[in-house]
């Protein structure tokens, strides 16, 4: 069953502009990833939270986790025109060490 | 050096063909995904190997087989291709640590196409 559920599904900004995107989950978590794709390309990984943290940064990314709400934001700071990709989260079961279960993604388009 | 690579990139076949992708990591992980993504861009775990045993096989049809000839090698062989079989396949790898599910590195992908 779908795990992972971004929201927006599509989100056009300016560059410079930051870009939020949302995920929500129903089960519990023991880690929180994020993943980038750009068209025709494979999955990049961009930043992991574990359920016991609550922020993480790295670089223009910002990543919080609210485990109450079961879901999590991914901020972008000072986008560019090459942050234009699909970003998806990921979530690793509590109860399970092997799946990972990706949402439907958020396709960031960021305009010059 | 490519972390994980797949081959071919590109696959155009007819419906009943049998094929298969081929995906190697040279990251030294335990672990090895296949995954579909579809038209709508939603990506589904297939299977995944651990050490050359089979730790996840969804809800998958039969003519789809994955093959762990090594940690470092993992094959999807497909019999019988049908239309729906159409989709991007990736493939990925990671270490499986105490926490969990890490990261995971992905392969370029392999486009499918059945006509």
């Known amino acids: 069953s779908q795990q992972g559920e971004e929201d927006p599904q599509a989100l056009s900004i300016q560059e410079g502009e930051n870009a939020t995107m949302n995920c929500s989950y129903k089960?519990?978590?023991?880690?929180l990833q994020w993943y980038r794709q750009n068209s025709g390309r494979g999955l990049v990984h961009l930043i992991l939270i574990r359920s016991n943290e609550r922020e993480k940064h790295s670089g223009r990314l910002r990543v919080t986790l609210d485990t109450s709400k079961k879901s999590s934001s991914l901020l972008i700071t000072a986008s560019r025109a090459a942050d234009t990709a699909s970003y998806f989260c990921a979530t690793a079961p509590a109860r399970s060490n092997y799946k990972l279960t990706f949402g439907k993604g958020t396709l960031l388009t960021v305009n010059p | 050096d490519t972390a994980v690579s797949q081959t071919p990139k590109y696959l155009v076949t007819q419906m009943g063909n049998d094929k298969s992708i081929k995906c190697e990591q040279n990251?030294?992980?335990?672990?090895m995904y296949w995954y579909k993504q579809d038209s709508k861009k939603f990506l589904k775990i297939m299977f995944s190997?651990?050490?050359?045993?089979?730790?996840i096989n969804e809800t998958v049809p039969n003519r789809f087989s994955p093959k762990s000839p090594d940690k470092a090698h993992l094959n999807l062989h497909i019999n019988s291709l049908e239309l729906g079989d159409s989709a991007v396949y990736f493939c990925?790898?990671?270490?499986?640590?105490?926490?969990?599910?890490?990261?995971?590195?992905f392969g370029p992908g392999t486009r499918l196409l059945v006509l």
């Open positions: 990925a790898s990671s270490h499986l640590g105490l926490a969990g599910v890490l990261t995971q590195y």
């Open positions: 190997y651990n050490n050359k045993e089979l730790i």
């Open positions: 089960t519990s978590i023991n880690n």
């Open positions: 990251l030294g992980h335990d672990t």
